[in-house]
């Protein structure tokens, strides 16, 4: 018998999806036998078996469910739920696919661009015309830079970047061990070890003004961990200041487009919490916000924008 290959979810996945057709066409054979030809141990067919009789159509009642008859150590599928139907593909969903492999490969940062490529190229061939539908697809960032920084991520070197920083509103020069890059949210984002904050961090690319490749290697240090940003890149958390506000009508967009811990109704208007990662950005974008915002807190946040209103009106006060 083959000997048993390491389990992973995929590979239970694929063989799943194999198994109900293979034993179609081998009504009553022996588990044992199964399990050599699948390479895997009886005892693994067994459990898959099992997992099977919980699957089927949706609904999940009496006849949506796979069935299968044993006697003794041979087994037969009684009811296949539709699964020994080979897939196809409609117009709509061959299209999405093709789309959406396109954008895949153009996303910075993939390790595995052949194989996208050439799964898109099979795809396309089956697809036929529809293929050749007008649709572009284009990352939203400087399609020019991009490349300029991805060819120097691939080179392995440290980079010296002059970046701006948006919370702070300030442009500066830092040395950086390149780990990934990356899309979230249709941004492209260099990940890498900032020497200079000696953490990791996220640069958006867009915001990066120059760079220049270093002689000396990228070496990220052994803490220097890729960030979770299946959740997005800001991750708030209980380290960050807590600003509170009152917000009215006009401004209620506010906790749609940023992410906030609290939201409470107050008659007319909304009380909300927010962690900022800076204390700056947030006496600029509040500022701006007019009447319809009230800041309630931190003290300091407070003091911020109070001595920025009192040198606003010193200045109007003034004489031209």
């Keep these: 018998m083959t000997a048993p290959r390491n389990s992973t979810s995929a590979d239970r996945l694929g063989r799943l999806l194999n198994l109900v057709p293979y034993l179609l066409a081998r ?43 044993f006697d003794g150590d041979r087994v037969t599928i009684s009811h296949d739920a539709g699964i020994d139907k080979p897939l196809r593909l409609n117009p709509d969903e061959a299209l999405a696919l ?56 691939d080179s392995g070197h440290a980079l ?32 890498a070890w900032c020497r200079r904050a000696e953490g990791t961090r996220m640069f958006r690319v867009d915001r990066i003004d120059a760079f220049s490749e270093l002689a000396e290697p990228s070496v990220p240090p052994l803490e220097a961990i890729p960030q979770d940003v ?15 506000m009152r917000v009215g009508r006009g401004s209620r967009w506010i906790t749609e487009y940023y992410p906030v811990e609290q939201v409470q109704r107050d008659g007319a208007e909304w009380l909300v919490t927010m962690r900022v990662t800076d204390l700056g950005w947030a006496q600029r974008f509040l500022a701006g916000q007019g009447r319809d915002v009230t800041v309630l807190g931190p003290p300091e946040l407070l003091e911020r924008i109070r001595a920025q209103a009192t040198t606003a009106l010193d200045q109007y006060a003034a004489p031209s």
């Design 98 to 153: 093709v789309v959406a492999l396109r954008m895949l490969a153009e996303t910075p940062g993939i390790g595995t661009r052949d194989a996208i490529e050439r799964a898109l190229a099979k795809i396309e061939s089956a697809a036929g015309d529809l293929a050749d539908a007008p649709v572009a697809v284009r990352l939203p960032a400087n399609q020019k830079k991009l490349e300029e920084v991805r060819s120097a991520v």
């Design 27 to 69: 009504p009553g054979i022996l588990v044992a036998e199964a399990a050599g030809d699948l390479g895997v141990t009886e005892k693994q067919l067994r459990e898959d078996l099992e997992l099977l009789w919980v699957c089927g159509l949706p609904g999940y009642g009496p006849g949506d469910l796979i069935d299968m008859a």
């Design 160 to 191: 010296l970047l002059t970046y701006y920083t948006a919370a702070r509103d300030e442009t500066s020069e830092r040395v950086v061990d390149p780990m990934r890059m990356l899309m979230v949210g249709g941004t492209a984002y260099l990940e």
């Design 230 to 244: 299946s959740a997005g890149v800001f991750r708030p958390g209980p380290e960050l200041p807590l600003v509170t």
